[in-house]
Each structure stands twice: as C-alpha cells, then as structure tokens.
C-alpha cells in the first residue's frame, strides 16, 4: 500500500483516497450551486492542509474539479436558458461559477509548481503536466468568458496568468502535448489550443454578442481551433497578436508592433474558410450539422447570426468603421426599453416618461452611424447588448431611437457603450390590425415608426413582441393619410420589442 502521508496521520476528510471518493461523489445533485460551493471550498482546504504527499495533492484537485463538471454545465444551462431568472438568482449563479473557476485554476497552478520543483522519481507528476496545464488554462479562460457574459469589469491579472501559464508549456516543450481533458468525454486538447481558444474568443468582439451568443461562439472556436493559425512571426494570414511578457489581451494587427522574442500572432487561417462553408451548409439546410458540438439546441438563424459575426472578426483583415468618429462632449438624457421610448415620443407629453426613468450619459463620440457614450453611474442592472434607447442631445427637443450594440462595464457602477442609431425622426404610430376589407381589432396598439416619408415603399416600425398575427397586415394613419403595411419580416427581436420591416402602401387619403 502506497505512504501517501509523511509523517503522521493526516486527520482530513480527504486524506484517504476511498473516503475522498465517497464524499465527492455525495455532492447534492438537485442543488449544483450548494455543490459547487462545497466542491470549492474542498479546494482550497487541499491545497492549505499540510501532510499530503505532492502526487496526493495533485491527484485530489484533478479528483475535485472532475466531480465538478456536472454541476458547472448545468448552472451554466440555467443561466443562459432561463428567461426569468431573478437578480439574486442570477448574481448566486454567477458568483458561484467564478468563484469556483477561480479556485480551481489557481489549484492547477498549484499543481503546476508542484511539478516544477518535483524530485527525480516524481514519474506521476511529469507525466500529468501536460493535463494540468489544459485544465489550468480552461479555467483561466472560463473566468474570463463569465466576465464576458456581464461585459466586465475585466482583470487583467486573469490574461497575465493565461500568458504564464502557456510560456511555461511552452519553455518546457509540451504546448502541443495532446490529453483527454476528463474521463468519458470525447476528444483532446493540448496547452496551445487552449491559449488559442481563450485568444480568439477576445479577439471574436464578445462584448457585442449576448450571453447565449458567447457561449455559441466559444463552442463553435473550439469546433475550428484545429485549423487557427499561431505563430512566432507576423503572417498574411493573421490579424491579431499578444505580447506573453505584459499580460495585455490580444490586440488587433492595425499596425505592426515593436518586435519582441515574446510576441506572438493569431488568427482565423483555414478556419475562416472552414466557417463560410458552415454558413452556406446551415443557410440552404435550415439545420447546424451534428457534427458541430453546441452544447444544446438553438434556432438556425441564432446560429447563424454567431456564424456572421466571426465571420467579421476572423477575416484577415477585421471590419474597419463604416463610418468616421469625431470626438465631441455632450452631456446625453437617455430612456430605456419600449414604454420608454414610446412615452418620450408622445407628442401629447402625457405619457413621456418620468424624471426618475431619465438617465444622464455622456457622448464621448458620434458618427453618423451612432454614438460612443460614457456611463458616469449605472442605475439597475437593465443595461445589455440590444437594449432599445431613447436618447436626447443637451439642448435639442426631438428624441432619437438608438440600440445598444456594444457594453463594457470599466467598473461594476461605470461602463461604455456604444449606439447604433436606428432613427432620428422616429414617430409614435397607433396600428390596427387588418384582414383583408376587416379591422380585426377597434383597439389600436402603439407602434414607434423608424421612417415616417409618405413616399417610402418601405417601413421599419417597432412593436411590442406578439402584435402582429400570422397572415394579417397592420394600418395606421398619420397626418390625415392612411397606410397600408403588408408582407412583415422580423429584422430583431429584443425583450419587449420586435423590429420589424413591412411593404408600405397608401391606402386611402384622408381616411
């Protein structure tokens, strides 16, 4: 029988492997939070007590976090499915997840240390390095991508352990050494692919995709991470780079940076071809092949609105601004969501919104695409990629309709956004449902036209989500004129709007 303890008998729980089993394994499967709680703090007890023998220690942390995968797919499956989820429910999601993702990379670094001062002998240690190194490295990025999932505030330390932790394989010649990551789950993995994979995804634009749009798009790099292109030199085929030595995330390639052995450059390579024959397959199939691992079903069209977006980021040369920001200084008064954007556009005045639903934000910059604006104080936690906005220059009386495409939280009370202006001459419309000759409803919902012309051939309105009934039109009048609007496509849909485009025909003056 293996002397796992040096002297003395160790009195921790875990202290024999067969009782360390049985309580892992005892986790509270119908409340993952508790157990990933209890799981974490199993952790850090392992690493804090002394009297394991190093191979011990290392063998109980790989023991701890594989106990811990069940839970962790399935908080994170609640997380992004469930629709209603209450503040406090969300933040004890979060919270737990990225407390135990961090515990149980710095366990991995831990168990990383412990083989670089391992004795001659340590066989065990040696040949599990490659393996500790991946999951070391997938821990690291997953804090990473569930601060993606609230847009920040982002610490840098995380990408400066990243950088080590991937010098450190490769310094001892092991980053491309493939492991089975955990028992019974299918395919490997090895430290260079899983640099690349936490690189790309920064380098992917995670800060305008929603929380279920990251977690598709992290499975679909690593669907491709075999085909990235990584290298030592500057390439055509390469966009983006990162200096190991400072722990700055990756950066993209606008110009060539100061030549450094520590530099290192990335890019989409043949999975940028790969990923435009995927979107050609799901765009004339309707259907996302079973061979791309998602980690649940989702609609085609959710998915392939990720696929567009990589496509964007991963080409060789990434989108420039379709259109040139100046800087400018304007203080901002902004309301949020349908109402408010509904009451801000009434031109009676007596639904505008309250004083108290006002916001005061900065423009740091405009195009004429949109706004960069700063947010001195974050009120609430509504704020989110495809938030509608009604939005008010100092010193101007109209209001104008803009959606959030971009967040980034500087810190948990401050943050950036940036705008896409949908319209600058929105009007509030009241709309009928029509079938046929037959009004089908006397009660009239209000809608936000984005471009009121009589001569348009073409609307875009917004409407609160499930007005519109399949196989029906919408009318409504406006400065004495009726119109007409027919055959809709839905452009988006956020929380409590659709936005959607109609064929728009007069229907009869002066109706």
Not at 118 to 147: E, N
Not at 324 to 340: A, I, P, Q
Not at 443 to 453: E, R
């Amino acid at each position: 029988m293996l002397n796992l303890f040096g002297s003395g008998k160790s009195d921790h729980p875990l202290a024999d492997a067969k009782a360390a089993r049985k309580i892992l394994e005892g986790m509270p499967a119908d409340d993952p939070l508790e157990a990933l709680d209890d799981l974490g703090h199993w952790l850090e007890s392992v690493l804090s007590v002394d009297g394991f023998k190093p191979e011990y220690r290392v063998q109980l942390v790989q023991m701890i976090d594989e106990a811990a995968q069940g839970h962790l797919r399935k908080v994170q499956r609640e997380y992004l499915t469930t629709s209603r989820l209450s503040k406090f429910q969300e933040n004890r999601m979060w919270t737990v997840i990225q407390d135990f993702h961090k515990r149980s990379g710095a366990a991995f670094c831990v168990c990383m240390d412990l083989q670089a001062a391992a004795q001659k002998g340590t066989d065990f240690l040696k040949g599990s390095l490659p393996l500790l190194t991946v999951r070391a490295l997938r821990a690291q990025a997953a804090q990473m991508k569930w601060k993606y999932f609230r847009y920040g505030p982002f610490d840098r330390a995380i990408w400066g352990m990243i950088a080590k932790i991937y010098v450190f394989a490769e310094t001892r010649g092991y980053a491309r050494a493939k492991a089975t990551v955990y028992p019974g789950v299918p395919g490997e993995s090895s430290s260079e692919l899983e640099f690349l994979r936490a690189v790309m995804l920064a380098a992917s634009s995670p800060d305008s995709l929603l929380p279920v749009e990251i977690e598709i798009a992290e499975r679909l790099i690593t669907h491709f991470s075999g085909s990235f292109t990584f290298a030592e030199k500057r390439r055509p085929d390469v966009a983006y780079w990162m200096d190991l030595a400072t722990g700055q995330p990756p950066l993209r390639l606008a110009r060539p940076p100061q030549y450094a052995p520590t530099l290192r450059f990335f890019g989409a390579g043949k999975a940028a071809q790969e990923l435009g024959n995927l979107i050609r397959i799901v765009k004339s199939t309707n259907a996302v092949p079973s061979n791309v691992g998602l980690g649940g079903n989702y609609q085609p069209e959710v998915v392939l609105d990720v696929l567009d977006h990589l496509a964007l980021y991963w080409s060789p040369r990434p989108p420039e601004r379709q259109a040139l920001r100046h800087r400018f200084k304007s203080r901002l008064s902004v309301t949020r969501g349908f109402d408010g954007v509904l009451g801000a556009l009434d031109p009676s005045g007596s639904a505008n919104a309250a004083d108290a639903d006002i916001e005061s934000w900065v423009v740091e910059n405009v195009s004429t695409g949109g706004f960069g604006a700063s947010i001195p104080q974050i009120r609430g936690e509504w704020l989110g990629i495809g938030c509608l906005l009604g939005l008010q220059p100092e010193g101007g009386d109209n209001w104008v309709v803009g959606m959030i495409r971009r967040f980034h939280r500087e810190s948990p009370q401050q943050g950036t956004v940036g705008i896409q202006t949908l319209s600058r001459a929105a009007v509030r419309v009241k709309l009928k449902l029509r079938s046929g000759q037959t009004v089908t409803r006397r009660d009239a919902d209000s809608g936000i036209l984005l471009n009121p012309s009589d001569d348009a051939t073409e609307a875009q309105i917004l409407l609160r989500p499930g007005v519109l009934v399949a196989g029906q039109n919408l009318e409504f009048e406006r400065d004495g004129k009726r119109f007409l609007l027919m055959s809709a496509e839905v452009l988006e849909r956020g929380e409590d709007y659709e936005r959607m485009r109609f064929r728009q025909v007069m229907w009869q003056p002066g109706g």
